[in-house]
């Protein structure tokens, strides 16, 4: 009830407090800009869908260039202005996959982005083995559906294969930063990898 990010929430009409965390990057890091293709991996309830529909300009509500949208999760959820919802659907399975490229029209994105997490355990390492596998799945799909020069964000848990994880990230991406936001609660041992410049994927 304290948490001044959830009273923020509900005055700016975000779905969840989460939207903050990823105005506090943005704010820093500008990389949402309108025109951009952006897709939301495990978007559900929607809050950062709803941050990226505003800095990509995808509901057209300014003036400039318009962005593109897409939101991906396993569970259904309420359509956000200005994004193509993708809800029952899994990002890892290929078929949907094809249908993000059908979307895209053979294009790519320039921005991913990964909030997900898995159902904590409360066990701390067993968590940590968890979203770092969900982390490497948000990986594999950015090295197929990006832009050369395009940028990835992930949550992770702090433990130790974060590090192992920063060191795979450089190999495809030109800089790498890890990220707590402000917004993060204090107990919290969640933070975001930035990656960006993606070097596009090698073809022997």
Not at 47 to 72: D, F, M, R
Request: charged share 25%; with cysteine.
């Amino acid at each position: 009830m304290r948490d001044p990010y959830v009273e923020k929430a509900k005055q700016e009409n975000y779905r969840c407090r989460s939207a903050f965390k990823l105005l506090q990057i943005n704010e820093k890091y500008q990389i949402l800009t309108p025109g951009l293709t952006v897709i939301d991996c495990g978007a559900a309830p929607g809050s950062w869908t709803q941050v990226a529909t505003n800095l990509t300009n995808s509901h057209a509500k300014k003036e400039g260039p318009v962005g593109k949208v897409y939101a991906i999760d396993k569970l259904p959820f309420y359509p956000v202005e200005g994004a193509t919802v993708l809800g029952n659907m899994d990002f890892t399975i290929d078929k949907t996959q094809e249908t993000l490229y059908k979307l895209l029209q053979g294009n790519k994105a320039d921005v991913i982005l990964s909030d997900m997490a898995p159902n904590a355990s409360g066990i701390r390492a067993i968590d940590h083995d968890n979203i770092i596998s969900l982390a490497y799945t948000a990986l594999q799909f950015a090295l197929q559906i990006t832009k050369v020069h395009g940028t990835l964000v992930v949550k992770v848990w702090d433990g130790g294969k974060s590090q192992q994880f920063e060191q795979n990230l450089l190999k495809f991406y030109d800089n790498v930063k890890v990220i707590k936001p402000g917004a993060t609660r204090d107990e919290s041992t969640e933070k975001f990898f930035l990656a960006r410049g993606f070097k596009g994927l090698k073809i022997n």
